[in-house]
């Protein structure tokens, strides 16, 4: 099991940018992959992006595409989520997520209940 710490969230104004990190500690050696979910006031968790530990393929949820970027930094056993051209509606807590098992395709990395452990959350805040 590994244990993930989210930071970098915050406020900025829409058109901005943010990167934020989930350090993976632990033994990170049975991870799969580790993704990113968001949640708004009053709205179900969102998938967000999930990048697969070793192979580091990525995937998106398209409202995302070609303004955030999920990466991981081995030497630091680090994803970072850089976030570009933020919208107010990009605005919830942002967590992330470990996975410990082998899934084949963003259909399953969609659902939360995929993941197997999820950290505290960080709150991203865009204003208009």
């Known amino acids: 099991q590994v244990t993930l710490v989210e930071s970098g969230g915050g406020l900025v104004q829409a058109g901005g940018s943010l990167r934020l990190s989930c350090a993976v500690s632990g033994r990170t050696f049975s991870t799969q992959a580790v993704g990113w979910f968001r949640q708004a006031p009053g709205k179900e968790r969102e998938f967000v992006a999930a990048?697969?530990?070793?192979?580091?393929?990525?995937y998106y949820v398209d409202s995302v595409k070609g303004r955030f970027t999920i990466s991981k930094d081995n030497a630091y056993n680090t994803v970072h989520l850089e976030m570009n051209s933020l919208k107010p509606e990009d605005a919830a807590v942002y967590s992330c997520a470990a996975l410990y098992r082998y899934i084949s395709g963003i259909s399953d990395f969609r659902e939360a209940s995929t993941w197997d452990t999820w950290g505290q959350g960080t709150q991203v805040t865009v204003s208009s």
């Open positions: 990048i697969r530990w070793n192979s580091r393929i990525t």
